[in-house]
């Protein structure tokens, strides 16, 4: 089958996705997305980042369709032609989102662990405003303690789901999920304290945002001063294959394998991601490499850094000699007189 | 007197019991469907008669039979939906409370339509009495034959069961009732698959609105060319419309599409006029989530023609002058009422009932309920007018679900028809702290204040 995404043609086979399509031409107009996650299933048709514009809905019935179209549950027909980042609507349509995303987001990003691998912050540089319309009281909620490896931030949620797809997918018993409705929608555990699971940790993977992160890791580094090496063990529950997260000798955190958007290549269990800290544990294999664009890699140490030079005159910061020796040589004691003034002013 | 279809025999005593309904020649439908008339010629005169869903959308009901996938070979279903949750609609309710045999019969019929073995009314919670109202007319039913196995000796087995919802509005959306009727939580699912492929149980479904259901068991013992001939155009048949606001004989009435909305908001044999003496100003036609329409445009459409109760009349001129016959939830307010605070009730009630799904609606209803509210107790700036009119317009279209767009059109009609008031709101909060503002003072009065002189 053909598919044309923003004037650019691709040959696919039936039963793929925009979305898919798109990313098998990769570049720009893949459409940013936040719920849905290629290795789950029934993921995907929620945030309604991925918009497009379908303006042929194919040879055999050429009439565009009406709405804007997820492309991550939308199957390509032969001849369809799609405009993603080329169509002003869909522009259109992804700001908006984006805007509804951020409207109740607490954009606490200094503090926040994910900052830096961030899909939400990538889709604001993208498609965000620097100015808010909202002037109202964001919503929040109550903390909860989910379980001891896993750190809950319900606020920062944005109900992609995928977290719930993982618990269905890859472990046996599912104890949480989305509770309530609307915007007071939120993921919480029946029972608190709840989720145990070998494969749990996955669900840190998966988040796009935030919401939940490794407690072994929480406020340690910011993900950018880490060095990320692929490293391997040998591991009976799962893969082994791992990115080790190091500052200095010390591995701080270790996640699956991310690929370019964001997805890891195989899933870990527990044990790999959170007892095994010593790098005597791993055989590192080398660096992982990032997008050029990305936080990660603005702290590339593959890359050779740059003293920064302030433009200035030399020595500006250390001050005048006469005043220094005034100010902060308490060896040059003031007289009577310039106590006085010191004190009052020179009045 | 307009012809009764629905509610012909609403008024004999003890027709909710099985003897009386029998005896008043019910289930004649279920016996000439049975014995002499093959599926097909059912569904051929559903649609012929141009039957169109009474939930809301006015799809051609017949149509939407002929879609079922009977290739499969799987299992098919009906689900009737029953969880009448619009504000401003009643109808089915009353319907069901009433004659609940009548919703038997069309699911009898209509499922012997579809080759449905089991069959389910989706009922809302709040509808418990009416539950166990069903629940009884089923065991009547059953006991009397019309429901089990080898029904009427012909072969065709039936079962219906009655299915209780938790309180969601949502639920009402024909995916999110068939997630619910799993057990699962009531999320709308992506389509497509449409339900008429994988719908109940991953199995072929049809969900139609209990007025719908109702209906086919008049078009089978008459004919579906008898239906067409009633109404107008492709407004055949009649229609409940659940009448309420300020009128003098509010309630369920049923109406031969094509009655003009002047007769039926003043004659005496339908709503009798306005309750009080005061002038109308504002009527919503359809139920809670169609467009507002002003005073100037209820009984005469843009373009000068008399404004008629049919689908196509009633939404004459698009969202700009025009609204929807929707479920037939008529709303009609007088000059004391506040469109702002009413459209901030309806977005509250969206923003209660928004499943939290996907972004826009989520995200985008509390949104405009919070902005509607600030403007309602007077904390309201000159630019929410605006942002509202922006915020409506990317959710609506943007979501899964129609959600988003019930929440979106009364906000963006109240705007487009009532944008005075809202800067009336905005500009003098000292005048609307009262909540009954509008009452000792119509705007009317007030309007001089907010109109733009050139000086």
Known sequence: ?347 | MSQKILLDKINVPGIKTYEVYRREGGYTSVEKALKSMTPDDVVEEVKKSGLRGRGGAGFPAGMKWSFIDKKSGKPRHLVCNADESEPGTFKDRYLMEFIPHLLIEGMITSSFALGANRSYIYIRGEYMWVFKILERAIAEAKAAGWLGKNILGTGYDLELHVHCGAGAYICGEETALIESLEGKRGNPRIKPPFPAVSGLWANPTVVNNVETIAAVPWIVNNSGDDYAKIGIGRSTGTKLISASGNVKNPGVYEIELGLSVDEFMNSDEYLGGMSTNRPLKALVPGGSSVPILPADLIFKTANGEDRLMTYESLSDGGFATGSMLGSGGFIVYDDTACIVRNTWNFSRFYHHESCGQCTPCREGTGWLEKVLWRIENGLGREEDIDLLWSIQSKIEGNTICPLGDAASWPVAAAIRHFREEFEYHVRFPERIKNRDHFVAEPFEKVRHLVAKQTV
Request: aromatic share 6%; net charge negative.
């Open chain 1, 1 to 347: 089958m053909k598919v044309t995404i923003d004037g650019q043609e691709i040959e696919v086979a039936p039963g793929t996705t925009i979305l898919q399509a798109a990313r098998m031409i990769g570049g720009e107009s893949v459409p940013p997305a936040m719920c849905y996650y290629s290795k789950l299933e029934k993921t995907g048709g929620k945030c309604r980042c991925c918009l497009v514009e379908v303006a042929k809905g194919s040879d055999a019935d050429p009439r565009p369709m009406p709405k804007l179209m997820a492309s991550c549950v939308t199957g390509c027909m032969d001849g369809m032609e799609v405009n993603s980042k080329n169509s002003e609507r869909v522009r259109e349509a992804r700001q908006s989102v984006t805007e509804f995303l951020l409207i109740n987001h607490p954009l606490d990003c200094p503090i926040c662990d994910q900052a830096g691998e961030c899909d939400l912050q990538d889709l604001s540089f993208e498609h965000g405003k620097s100015k808010t319309r909202f002037i109202e009281e964001k919503r929040t909620f109550e903390p909860e303690d989910i379980g001891p490896n896993i750190q809950l931030h319900m606020n920062r949620c944005i109900l992609c789901q995928r977290c719930v797809a993982v618990a269905d997918q890859l472990t046996d018993n599912r104890v949480h999920g989305v509770l309530d409705r609307g915007d007071h929608a939120n993921i919480s555990t029946c029972i608190s304290k709840a989720i145990d699971n070998e494969f749990s940790g996955n669900m840190i993977d998966v988040c796009p945002v935030g919401a939940l992160t490794d407690k072994t890791f929480r406020f340690k580094s910011r993900v950018w001063f880490n060095k990320p090496y692929n490293a391997h063990r040998d591991c009976d529950k799962c893969c082994g294959k791992t990115t080790v997260w190091m500052f200095g000798d010390e591995i701080q955190r270790v996640t699956g394998r991310k690929d370019v958007y964001h997805e890891v290549e195989e899933f870990i269990c527990n044990e790999c991601r959170f007892e095994h800290k010593d790098p005597a544990d791993w055989v590192i294999e080398g660096p992982r490499k990032f997008d050029k664009d990305s936080v990660i890699n603005q702290n590339n140490y593959t890359r050779e850094m740059e003293t920064v030079h302030i433009a200035t005159e030399e020595g500006i910061l250390k001050g005048r000699e006469q005043d220094r020796k005034k100010i902060s040589m308490t060896a040059i004691p003031l007289d009577q007189k310039e106590q006085e003034e010191f004190k009052n002013g020179n009045l």
